[in-house]
């Protein structure tokens, strides 16, 4: 039980990490010429208080391995700014690809501010290790993206 907490609480604090991390890419990535650090630091803020997906809790825990078909329940927190909404897919990934032969969740439309969601993930044949779970977080016509962050799992599929 312990361990399972543990896991849980490390999946927290690299989930902030990584949102940390991605916003500080997005920031760059929409810098314009002649600006300053000083800005930078000020989007850094903007961007992680408009759109986030925090307290990520996994079933079952991460290491394991799981039978083909076995689901890995997903659920978290999120916050977002978006008047129309947003979507929220949580992907697995093996390196920096989609893991081949996975199906998972749609995504309902989340409404503007916060709230929880919960989504899943299964591989159905393939012998893969899925090492991260991809988030990401778009409007609800998915021509937008607000979010993209990894965290490190480790589920043995067979």
Do not use: W
Request: hydrophobic share 40%.
């Amino acid at each position: 039980m312990l361990k399972g907490k543990m896991y849980r609480t490390r999946i927290v604090f690299l989930t902030l990490l990584l949102l940390f991390q991605a916003s500080v890419v997005v920031s760059q990535e929409q810098l314009l010429p002649g600006e300053t650090n000083a800005t930078t630091d000020t989007a850094i803020m903007a961007v992680s208080k408009q759109h986030l997906v925090t307290n990520i809790a996994l079933t079952p825990d991460t290491p394991n391995i799981l039978a083909f078909g076995q689901n890995v329940n997903i659920t978290f927190d999120y916050t977002t700014t978006e008047a129309g909404g947003v979507l929220i897919f949580a992907r697995p990934m093996t390196g920096s690809d989609l893991t081949p032969n996975y199906a998972a969740h749609p995504s309902p439309i989340y409404p503007v501010g916060t709230g929880t969601g919960s989504g899943y993930f299964t591989i159905v044949s393939g012998n893969v290790t899925v090492d991260k779970i991809r988030f990401r977080m778009l409007n609800a016509n998915q021509s937008k993206q607000f979010l993209d962050i990894t965290i490190p799992v480790h589920y043995k599929f067979r």
